[in-house]
């Protein structure tokens, strides 16, 4: 006779009990975009293919890079990267070298010969884009991945337009220019060079030709310093500088050389006439902490003996014993509201004098918009075009420097892939878009920077100064594989999960379920304490309202 | 960043009955799973006994035996001599009980099963008080803070029980904190392979008690930690100390911000708990100095 | 065969003879902490333990409190366990003895009658453990050296099926230290009578079930119904304990024990080692023709209200001795005795009487006087000191 036990021994598992009915917030998995990829010109998904980098996936990463950017090894050498300013990881300690990633990965993609692959399936509609430069082959390579028939057509004997022919070697190295577009070109791209559409009428009979035509014809005419006697034999055209130090012909000018501007093309000229051996002063209206162009541009012409003259302007040049005598007086310059807008103060008690042999003015350059009027409307110095880049005459469609004032060349990048979608969807008769805004992005208070101890930036080793002014070599080197694997893993992967687990382990419900590729919450047990929200690294989950009965 | 591993198999159930939020139900997970299927747990009244239970449920899967709040350590003693007379001495047996039945109304029978060096891991979640009656003081109460049974703030120090019980000679001891969890899980793991008395003291900042965020009891946790108010140490055989984070910040403010407790502190009272929180870190680390196996 | 042939008589006191009880009951835990007057049980199951003839895992801990605490989910985990105490340590336990009822845990326990403090006393008196009542526990007296080391034996038998704890008392001194030739029965015969301890619940990670997690008003309440409906079935138990181990051994056992009782005119109740005296004073009397009886109260939890009736029925006077006193009421046995007994046709006149409260000597003269003093008298209301 056995008497039965206690008949409290527990029967079941807590299972049976839903505390999901206790909460009023569930957790929200979100992708949010990351500060980087709404700066970036081609809204690239940075923190997605760093963070493939940082996984040694360095083909994943190409990848993701080429979804936005055909030019990665182009754009990882002379991007501005806005990215880099935009950078949550500033507010921590520094900014994450996001640019020399970017080269890192089509570096490695030039080595390795990777290539783009076929489009899935040929399309009937047939594109002409004219201009062989970053915007026009940016726009051939989004429309022949998506299917399309794409015909290039460019002025020039070989295509790249600014890349090949308005910037230095020492920047960007010709063969990777040439690799990064014969990529392009191999998707199956007609290429007709020397082929210049001359005038509206030529353009017009393209249109009807073709389903659309990308019109990208770049900013080619260098723009006029008033008052200069640009007949004058002391007065080079910086285009034209430029254009001769590439090919290798430089331009024959004195010792001693001004250069008039503060922009990238500026320091382009100054650069290369270092490299020629000359003496170069750069005079900018600017002060020196508002150049337009990059900052480490300003550093490298710096430390290559650059002399800079800001906040300055010359009012007449009169021969002198020897050379060149510039008039010059310091301004007081202050910004306008849009970019390259500025007015400008002389100090009159401020004169000074300058000595040169010649002057190179590098002010900008300006589209050609003359050859195309009575066929597209303008506005202002370029093309007008609407937000998705339509111009006033249908199928036509405009981008890159003749129709915007954005002059990086990521920039023209981006707005090729704009246009590329937009023309998609006009030869496809749907609805044209409204607009790339990609909304609002993740705040750097979202980032648990618990999880990313401070670590001092990596950023790729430049040649020594010496080394520098020999030749047109390249300044900037390649990040060194660990310093570049480490620099991806400083990344916050601002608002884009990167499958640390976090959510799932810090549950104490245990109402996290790991997918292939994601999380879902159990709402039958999730009590909304947010704790997966607080402890999530990258900001990518978030709580909304629920309130279950 | 570091990824948190360990394997997740099931040991702790959805459905149990913790506040959300609750760092020491998700101290439980990490420990449950750690310590594996082959446990008898004992636990005194607590939070974590309210946690495991509620007949007929159980959200553990291994076997609990509910004991009294003074209690844990003598029958988890019991449990332990049980398995052995039965030749299943491999068989983990966890012990989970609060601050106040280990500082205080256990702290007789745990010193008792530490000088008996019984074979028992023994998880005392310390969330400085009597949390699970509605938050008065234990022992464990730290200087200042305010409880139900201390209004004004409690006018003396917490009870060194890590040194009470490293003078216990015991093979481990070790502390850890639901910020750290691979911290932890090695803890547990190191601790599961020793014979003998371990105690692992868990902090756990309690949501209600200490006046903490639902979303917040991790990062006070932390704050903690990297303030060195509470410093992550392990002892073995009560000399040989070693700090498993080695650096503290300059200052507890900030993880005195996370908790009402101590909210009605001015300046010279945080001054007073930083200087003491200083003292206690630089005996600590005299202590790791002084050991006779330092280990970096 | 014959069981007996194995048994050997040896001279023990009463606490050694508990200590070979349990060396014979095989058990696998004993937690226990020592105190005076137990302190020999203890002492003999170490040696017996040292010796390398009990098997069982000793746990020595700092207080009774922790010995019964470890005590209780040893016993849930399997394990047959035994621990000793006596007086303050019991007391100590008090709360675990709640505790162990409510888990079922089938221990086996023996209590040395002492006095509790204070004032400080170590004399035989049975408050201790009468206290205890209430708690859920089995209780049985035993009277001498050789009833003691049964009793271990028949009580694990008892515990073990019932799945309620048992405690055996027996009276510091006079019982505990008293040396008195003991049979010691043989393995095979204990093996014979007592299977192994094997409960189908039990903490057991193959199991994975849990025990003592809070329960509702309903399933607590359920817990005592339960517990009640198994404390029913212990005089069962305990009478057929007390057969099969008498026919193992020769020495029959039941919860009341009569002598003398044929045509009693007066029967005395008692418990314990008082039992030995009084069977001396019966002798004296019937010598002297007064037909006195006696009624040993051998079970007193569960009270074997039935038994008691059947006993007492048509006996014209019962004197209850109790060595105990609550206060406020008078003795235990008495107050128990007076409520089975009430509303019963033919009950004896029942009086209680407090001989030998904290130890003090009442001899078997005594006791004659007593019942030459209070047979023929109306029972008084209130506490009656005698000695």
Redesign the interface.
């Known amino acids: 006779m056995n008497v039965q036990q206690s008949p409290l021994w527990t029967t079941q598992t807590s299972g049976a009990r839903l505390t999901g009915t206790w909460r009023s917030a569930l957790p929200d998995y979100r992708f949010t975009p990351s500060p980087c990829l709404a700066a970036c010109p081609v809204n690239g998904r940075i923190a997605e293919w760093i963070g493939k980098i940082g996984k040694e996936d360095i083909r994943g990463a190409w990848e993701t890079l080429i979804d936005n950017n055909p030019f990665p090894a182009i754009a990882g050498r002379i991007c501005h990267h806005p990215c880099q300013s935009a950078c949550n990881r500033q507010y921590h300690d520094e900014t994450v070298s996001i640019c020399a990633l970017e080269r890192y990965v089509g570096d490695a993609a030039l080595a390795e010969g990777w290539r783009f692959d076929k489009p899935a399936k040929e399309r009937g509609e047939r594109i002409a884009i004219i201009g062989g430069g970053p915007a026009g082959l940016s726009a051939a390579y989004q429309l022949r991945r998506r299917g399309f028939q794409v015909t290039l057509f460019d002025a020039k004997p070989k295509l790249g337009g600014l890349l090949r022919y308005g910037i230095p070697d020492y920047r960007l190295d010709k063969n990777i220019v040439d690799g990064e577009i014969e990529r392009i070109v191999d998707l199956g791209v007609e290429v007709r060079l020397k082929a210049e559409i001359a005038d509206a009428a030529a353009l017009k009979k393209l249109r009807d030709a073709y389903d659309a035509v990308y019109l990208a014809t770049g900013a080619s005419s260098s723009k006029k310093l008033p008052g200069l006697d640009y007949g004058a034999p002391w007065v080079v055209d910086s285009a034209d500088f430029l254009a001769a130090a590439n090919a290798g012909n430089p331009v024959a000018t004195g010792e001693r050389l001004v250069v008039i501007g503060g922009g990238s093309a500026a320091m382009d000229v100054a650069r290369t006439a270092r490299r020629l051996g000359k003496r170069v002063t750069v005079l900018s209206l600017e002060p020196e902490d508002k150049l337009p162009a990059q900052r480490v541009e300003v550093d490298e012409a710096i430390e290559e003996d650059v002399v800079f003259v800001c906040g300055a302007m010359m009012r007449a040049v009169r021969p002198a014993a020897g050379g060149l005598a510039l008039d010059c007086v310091r301004v007081e310059f202050t910004p306008g509201k849009k970019r390259g807008e500025f007015a400008i103060t002389p100090l009159e008690n401020a004169t000074f004098t300058l000595e040169a042999d010649a002057i190179i003015p590098s002010i900008g350059q300006n589209a050609d918009i003359e050859r195309w009027r009575g066929l597209l409307g303008v506005a202002g110095p370029v093309i007008g075009t609407d937000g998705v880049w339509r111009t006033s005459v249908a199928g036509i469609f405009a981008g890159g420097d003749v129709a915007s004032m954005d002059r990086f060349v990521t920039q023209a990048v981006g707005m090729g892939k704009e246009a590329a979608v937009e023309i998609a969807r006009f030869v496809m008769g749907e609805t044209a878009g409204s607009g790339f805004d990609v909304g609002p992005t993740l705040s750097f208070l979202e980032i648990n920077t618990h999880y990313y101890p401070k670590a001092a930036r990596n950023s790729p080793a430049t040649v020594a100064v010496g080394e520098r002014l020999k030749g047109f070599g390249e300044v900037q080197e390649r990040l060194a594989t660990a310093a570049a694997l480490a620099e991806a893993r400083r990344c916050f992967s601002c608002g884009n999960c990167i499958f640390c687990d976090n959510c799932f382990f810090y549950c104490p419900d245990m109402a996290i379920t790991k997918l292939e590729g994601g999380y879902e919450v159990k709402s039958d047990y999730c009590k909304g304490c947010g704790l997966c929200v607080e402890e999530c690294p990258t900001g990518s989950v978030r709580m909304r309202e629920d309130t279950q009965g | 960043m570091e990824l948190i591993s360990y394997q997740d198999e099931g040991q702790f159930v959805s459905g149990h009955v913790a506040c959300g939020g609750c760092a020491e139900a998700l101290a439980m997970r990490v420990i449950l799973n750690t310590v594996g299927s082959d446990a008898i747990g004992v636990v005194s009244p607590s939070c974590s006994a309210v946690i495991c239970g509620g007949y007929p449920m159980s959200a553990v899967k291994i076997p609990m035996f509910h004991t009294t709040l003074e209690s844990a350590a003598a029958s988890a003693s019991g449990v332990k001599r049980a398995l052995v007379a039965q030749n299943k001495p491999d068989t983990t047996v966890l012990c989970f009980a609060g601050d106040g039945g280990t500082y205080d109304i256990g702290l007789q029978a745990l010193s008792s099963a530490a000088e008996r060096n019984e074979d028992i891991l023994y998880i005392c979640f310390d969330n400085e008080g009597y949390m699970n009656t509605g938050g008065q003081k234990s022992s464990s109460t730290p200087l200042d803070a305010i409880t139900g049974s201390t209004p004004s703030g409690k006018t003396t120090r917490k009870k060194n029980l890590i040194e009470i019980l490293a003078a216990h000679r015991i093979p481990y001891i070790a502390t850890a904190s639901p910020s750290h969890i691979n911290d932890m899980r090695a803890k547990i793991e190191k601790a599961k392979a020793i014979r003998g008395t371990k105690v692992i003291i868990v902090l756990i900042p309690c949501l209600p008690g200490w006046g903490v965020a639902d979303n917040a009891a991790v990062r006070t946790a932390r704050k903690a930690v990297e303030a060195g108010v509470f410093p992550l140490l392990e002892i073995e055989d009560g000399v040989n100390y070693r700090l498993n984070v080695s650096e503290k910040g300059d200052s507890i403010e900030s993880y005195l911000k996370e908790q009402k407790r101590y909210r009605h502190l001015d300046a010279e009272h945080i001054a007073r708990l930083q200087a003491e929180s200083d003292f206690q870190w630089r005996r600590l680390q005299q202590r790791v100095a002084d050991s006779p196996e330092r280990r970096s | 065969m014959d069981m007996r042939a194995n048994a050997r008589g040896v001279l023990l006191s009463g606490n050694q003879a508990v200590a070979y009880g349990v060396l014979l009951a095989r058990p696998?835990?004993i937690?226990v902490y020592p105190i005076t007057p137990q302190t020999p049980i203890l002492e003999q199951i170490i040696e017996l333990h040292s010796e390398g003839r009990m098997?069982?895992?000793l746990?020595?801990?700092?207080?009774e409190?922790?010995?019964m605490?470890?005590?209780?989910?040893?016993?849930?985990?399997?394990?047959r366990?035994f621990t000793a105490t006596s007086s303050q340590g019991l007391l100590l336990m008090h709360?675990?003895l709640h505790?162990a009822s409510?888990?079922?845990a089938s221990i086996v326990m023996c209590n040395v009658n002492r006095t509790p403090a204070s004032p400080w006393g170590f004399w035989p008196d049975q408050l201790d453990s009468l206290a205890q009542r209430d708690t859920g526990w089995i209780q049985v007296y035993s009277e001498s050296p050789q009833e003691s080391l049964d009793g271990v034996i028949q009580l694990f038998r008892v515990a073990e099926?019932?799945?309620?704890p048992a405690m055996i008392c027996h009276d510091a001194f006079y019982v505990s230290h008293a040396v008195e030739p003991v049979e010691i029965p043989s393995q095979l015969t204990v093996d014979e009578f007592l299977p192994p301890f094997k409960?189908?619940?039990r903490?057991?990670?193959s199991?994975?079930?849990?025990?003592?997690?809070?329960?509702?008003q309903r399933?607590w309440n359920?817990?005592r119904r339960?517990l009640d409906?198994?404390m029913a079935?212990v005089p069962d138990?305990v009478s057929e304990a007390g057969r099969l181990w008498g026919d193992l051994t020769g020495r029959h056992y039941a919860p009341l024990e009569e002598y003398r009782m044929d045509g009693a005119d007066v029967v005395i109740v008692t418990m314990g080692s008082m039992c030995g005296t009084v069977r001396e004073a019966v002798d004296a009397m019937r010598e002297a023709g007064v037909k006195a009886g006696m009624l040993k109260v051998r079970l007193f939890r569960p009270l074997p209200m039935a038994a008691l009736r059947q006993a007492l029925e048509g006996v014209p006077c019962a004197i209850v001795l109790d060595r105990n006193y609550s206060p406020g009421t008078g003795g235990i046995l008495h107050q128990e005795l007076k409520s089975v007994l009430f509303n019963m046709r033919n009950a004896p006149r029942l009086h209680g009487l407090m001989a030998g409260v904290g130890g003090v000597n009442v001899s078997p003269a005594k006791i004659g006087e007593l019942v030459a003093q209070y047979q023929d008298k109306e029972p008084q209301v209130g506490a009656i000191w005698v000695d």
């Open positions: 696998d835990v937690p098997k069982a895992e746990l020595t801990p700092e207080s409190h922790s010995a605490s470890a005590c209780i989910p040893a016993s849930l985990t399997g394990a366990v709360e675990l505790y409510g888990a079922r099926t019932a799945n309620i409960p189908d619940i903490l057991d990670t199991l994975g079930r849990s025990f003592g997690a809070p329960a509702d399933n359920n817990t339960d409906a198994a079935t138990l």
